[in-house]
């Protein structure tokens, strides 16, 4: 950015303030760097520049083979690992026109909508941390642990799971697992409430949110947003609806959307989300049907040559994977993901500019990016 | 000489180390509480249920290096953090800890000194307690430390006026700028000032919180805005200077409040004669607790609340909570004239 | 003998920082010593018995006043040269002037005051009360009481000059 504005005014000359806030702040969620420019605490205009933790996650997909990318998307949502899995591997299976097994399906949705707790449970947590709440986070974390656990039973690992397979699930889900998942989302109910307690009606919570970083619908489609974001200005849209994959078209659950498209509303979409996860997992676990994990997977994995574009909706909005395959190696010619949280981060500057300081950070936890996907 | 000088001298030492040592246990004391409501333990390694982590915090803090940043100020960035502890600490000057007590066959008062100007002695002192945030932030010729240091400059002077407007209607009542004769006179007019002036027992509390920084009003010190606000640039013992001085200057309100509004020393009831087997505890006993009531709440408050803005916060107090002190003053003197 | 020498103890301290304030470079340390000046002018008052006074001088002019000088001056950026005062003359002219403006003034009061030494400043018998701070009180609403209005009709319209200023459209 170039040198500050000098205001001329009748008195006084003015002078703009640059702040430069990241890669290295408490509240810019990993290494996010914004350049702020400053009037007084106002925000007159924000750089956001990212690319802190670009590992190039899409060129080194190109010399892996089709299994070893699985591993890869682990590293770019990485509070929402499974869902990155689940993605790439039905982005894989459209490629080679695979059947997966009804038993895979359910419990690939079982896992995408654990994640999509646990990562709106980080959500919660630093968003109400963001704005002073300190104990919102102590809370969520308390729970996510118990989907850690979880997944830890299923997989083996706790944050980066890798517990995909194209075709259908490595394991099958351990004995009693089941019973598990339907005990936590027993517990999950209620902390939900204890939640909302704190933060739904309490006055500073409702003056730091409401009206702070309104976006419309049209707008929020023409900057390219999705998930919460989108839905909290209105707008209907959620690929577990409109073009279902794993199980979802089999599960009955509603899309939470909001009218003011404010801060306020997108943490409102976000915790009726929980609950609507919660009645999908319920579904999904009591209807597990019997039968094989795997589908008819080839032992060498090839596709044909051609491309294709897939997407899912994962915790942070629609996460898209567009492969080419040559048809000839074993691995893909092109790798190109469309991250979430890339796209709804260029939401950030029009959403700051004219707040205060304060509404900054207020509005990073909104947008919910992770960094390791923005930059891959 | 005995009792001009031995005596005041050893009671300005045994205040100053009590003092010391309750503002490092109030810090283990917040983490405990906020520990407890985030259901977790807090410090458990050193000692007993980390009893002495006060202790291991004090050596970390002063074998730490004392950094000075190369652009910073140096004599200003040096005194910074002594300014903000001084005042803390010669407030309790005034403030009176218990009535006249017999001790060693030599009448002793639980105060250091009881000055015609007591409120008005805090009061001015404190005033001056905001040079402490406002050069460490000029000081450190740094972005962050100098936004804090406006916002806390702002806040400090603007709940300054609130809280002290609280303070003339209790001095109304009391007919006396003597912390001991504001007691005497709740006890004479058997009702502790809480009852009589809730209102401006509600204001003050809430401008105690924004005085001395605390949550819903830490915005000076916003860790997620301001990456820790004034005190970013400093290190080792001059950021625990700060860091005490906080939380002096909490102890300070609640004292302040105990005896302005809860009576001081007195036990409850202090003139019904049924419950005199109550006078068997210390007065000073009376005091703490009321005190330390006061400082659950401060730790309380803020495990339970989000942060205000800073436009949010000047608002609540010039348009919501100054009219409100000054309405609540003019019906004071109203009733005052009227009725008595 | 104690009280004379705090008193020129006092006295030195306030005459050296008054100094220090107008010598300094630096304009935050300027505004510094005179916070410390300020504060010595109260352990005068101290001295003089005039405790009320002097937490006042410390409420009103260390801990409020001054506090606006450093925002201004922390603010405000200084480091320009002056353009506006290049002519040194003048101000040297005009220095001196005031300068002996303000030592015919003292010279006059203390000679005034020597010739006069029948009157008693403080009618402490006719007073109702005692106590300092209600005797401050008794007079300020009694033999003052013109001159205290004046003064805080003043500083009305200084406040209501300054909301004008600082607010361009009301």
Known sequence: MDTPVIHHGAMFDTNELVLNMGPQHPSTHGVLRVVLRLDGEKVVDADVVIGYLHRGIEKLSENRNWTQIILLTDRMDYVAAATNNVGYCETVEKL???????????????????????????????????????????????????????????????????????????????????????????????????????????????????????????????????????????????VRKDEPYAAYDEMEFDVPIGTAGDTYDRYLVRLEEFRQSLRVIRQATEGIPEGPIVGKVPRLIKPPA?????????????????????????????????????????????????HLVADVVALIGSLDVVLGEVDR | MIDTLVIPLLKIVIVLNATLVSVTYMVLLERKVIAWAQSRLGPMRVGP?????????????????????????????????????????????????????????RQVTLYITDINVGLLYIVSVASVGVYGIILAGYASNSKYPLLASLRASAQLISYEVAVTLTLVSVIMMAGSLSMVSIVRAQQSSHM??????????????????????????????????LTGGFHTEYSGMRFALFFLAEYANMIVVSSVATTLFLGGWLRPFPNVAFLSFLDFIPSWTWFLVKSFVFLYIFIWVRATLPRYRYDQLMRLGWKVLIPLAIANLVVTGIIKVMLL | ??????????????????????????????????????????????????EFLAAIQVLVYAGGIVVLYLFVV?????????????????????????????????????????????????????????????????????????????????????????????????
């Not at chain 1, 395959?325 to 979430?340: H, I, L, M, W």
């Not at chain 3, 030494?117 to 008794?138: E, H, K, R, S």
Request: aromatic content about 10%.
């Open chain 3, 74 to 170: 922390m603010l405000v950026n200084l480091k320009r040269p002056p353009e506006a005062h290049s002519d040194p003359h003048r101000r040297t002219m005009l220095g001196f002037l005031l300068a002996a403006a303000v030592l015919v003034e003292v010279g006059a009061i203390a000679v005034y005051g020597h010739s006069q030494p029948a009157m008693v400043p403080v009618p402490g018998a006719a007073m109702p009360v005692t106590g300092n701070t209600a005797q401050i009180g008794w007079l300020l609403y009694t033999s003052y009481l013109i001159p205290f209005e004046i003064a805080s009709m003043l500083l009305l319209v200084a406040m209501i000059g300054a909301i004008v200023l600082a607010k361009r459209e009301l």
């Open chain 1, 96 to 238: 080679m026109s695979l059947e997966v097994p009804r038993r895979a399906r359910y419990v690939r949705t079982i896992l995408c909508e654990l994640q999509r707790i646990a990562s709106h449970c980080l959500w919660v947590g630093t968003h109400a941390m963001d704005i002073g709440a300190m104990t919102v986070f102590l809370y969520a974390f308390r729970e996510r642990e118990l989907i850690l656990d979880l997944f830890e039973e299923m997989c083996g690992a706790r944050l980066t799971y890798n517990s995909m397979r194209i075709g259908g699930l490595p394991l099958d889900i351990p004995p009693g697992w089941d019973k598990k998942v339907l005990e936590f989302c027993t517990i999950m109910a209620t902390k939900i409430d204890e939640y909302e307690e704190l933060l739904t009606h309490n006055r500073i919570w409702l003056e730091r949110t409401k009206g702070i970083g309104v976006i419309d619908g049209p707008a929020a489609v023409a900057l390219g947003l999705s998930g919460p974001p989108l839905r909290g200005s209105g707008v209907p849209r959620d």
């Open chain 1, 306 to 354: 051609g491309e294709t574009y897939h997407a899912i909706e994962s915790p942070k909005g629609e996460l898209g994977y567009f492969i080419v395959s040559d048809g000839k190696s074993t691995n893909p010619y092109r790798f190109r993901v469309r991250p979430p949280s890339f796209c709804n981060l260029q939401g950030l500057r029009t959403l700051i500019k004219g």
């Open chain 3, 1 to 50: 003998m104690a009280q004379a020498i705090a008193f020129y103890f006092i006295a030195a301290c306030i005459l050296g920082f008054a100094v220090l304030v107008v010598s300094t470079k630096d304009t935050v340390h300027s505004v510094l010593f005179l916070v410390m000046d300020f504060l010595f002018v109260a352990a005068l008052y101290v001295l003089l018995g005039a």
């Open chain 2, 49 to 105: 249920y980390g009893i002495l982590q006060p202790v291991a915090d004090a050596v970390k803090l002063m074998i730490k290096e004392d950094i000075t940043p190369v652009r910073a100020d140096r004599w200003v960035f040096t005194i910074a953090p002594i300014i903000s502890m001084v005042p803390a600490l010669i407030v309790y000057a005034v403030i009176p800890f218990g009535p006249e007590v017999k001790l060693f066959g």
């Open chain 2, 192 to 225: 502790w000032y809480a009852f009589v002036q809730p209102l401006a027992f509600l204001i003050f509390f809430i401008g105690g919180l924004a005085e001395t920084n605390r949550a819903p009003f830490d915005l000076p010190e916003a860790e997620q805005e």
